[in-house]
């Protein structure tokens, strides 16, 4: 059992008033105010938005009106989003995954070993200034208009906060901790696997969090370098046909995906981490 399973077990972070009726009122309650606030800015734009095109006549060609992009994304989901949507949520995906795996393991070599995170911390840090839009066309030359490509570059652009954040939390355990686990003749490994993980976790979720809002970027943006299907492609074909409000209907897919992945990745985080909740409440 963790420190933080141990915590848990004795009460210290899930209150045990969460079963109560009138907690969960007032839950409820906060989740009404934080909703209502960005509820109410997306009503107001979408007003504005409606009013851009019926009141004011701005052309559909440069600002479509967002009942034209609705019926825009009614005509053309079977025939055209449906299937861009699945190869780009794919990328996505994969990508994302990939990120996870290496972007944990770099974390956990460089959190271990003081020699390997001397010699790689800077290269690290110097391959976030190169350009994604540079790497993409690149990866495209290299493997064609495969997956591979936009796999890579999501990984690319995920992986990094995945490491910062998750090397932060490793080194940032109470040493009280470290010590009692020592006290107690604990391994190396016990300590990590039963202090230094569990406490990164919070961390590591916030590293997924932020990666998240990225990946979606990172598909299209292979899309854009070389592809034969995917939303990015669609964006592509519908801008040289001056199509804005297929371009639209793209950008709303993506929002929403990385919307759903953020919000999938919140809910692990309830589930896996629950004593980062108490804490944030604090």
């Not at 406490?199 to 997924?208: D, E, K, N, R, V």
């Not at 990225?214 to 034969?228: D, P, Q, T």
């Amino acid at each position: 059992m963790t420190v933080m399973e141990t915590m848990t077990s004795t009460g210290t972070d899930v209150p045990t008033s969460d079963a109560d009726p009138s907690s969960r009122r007032r839950w409820l309650g906060a989740t009404v105010k934080r909703i209502l606030p960005p509820a109410g800015i997306l009503l107001v734009i979408g007003i504005l938005w409606q009013m851009a095109g019926d009141v004011f006549g701005v052309p559909d060609y440069i600002l479509p009106t967002l009942s034209e992009i609705w019926a825009s994304a009614s005509e053309n989901w079977e025939d055209t989003f449906s299937s861009a949507t699945v190869v780009t949520l794919t990328e996505v995906l994969i990508g994302f995954g990939v990120a996870i795996v290496v972007g944990v393991s770099i974390a956990l070599a460089l959190h271990l070993s003081p020699v390997l995170r001397t010699a790689f911390m800077p290269l690290l840090i110097g391959s976030q200034a190169v350009p994604i839009v540079v790497i993409a066309p690149v990866l495209a030359i290299i493997f064609g208009y495969t997956l591979m490509p936009k796999v890579i570059v999501v990984a690319l652009i995920c992986f990094f906060s995945i490491v910062v954040n998750t090397m932060h939390g490793l080194a940032s355990v109470d040493p009280e901790l470290i010590k009692v686990m020592r006290t107690l003749d604990a391994s190396r490994w016990a300590i990590l696997r039963r202090v230094e993980i569990p406490a990164a976790l919070p961390s590591f979720f916030t590293g997924l969090r932020i990666s998240a809002t990225y990946a979606s970027v990172g598909a299209v943006f292979g899309e854009f370098a070389g592809s034969l299907d995917g939303l990015g492609y669609v964006m592509i074909q519908a801008t040289s046909q001056l199509q804005t409000d297929m371009v639209f209907v793209a950008i709303f897919i993506l929002t929403f995906m990385s919307i759903s992945l953020f919000v999938a990745v919140s809910i692990v985080e309830r589930f896996v981490c629950p004593w980062a909740r108490k804490e944030d409440r604090r």
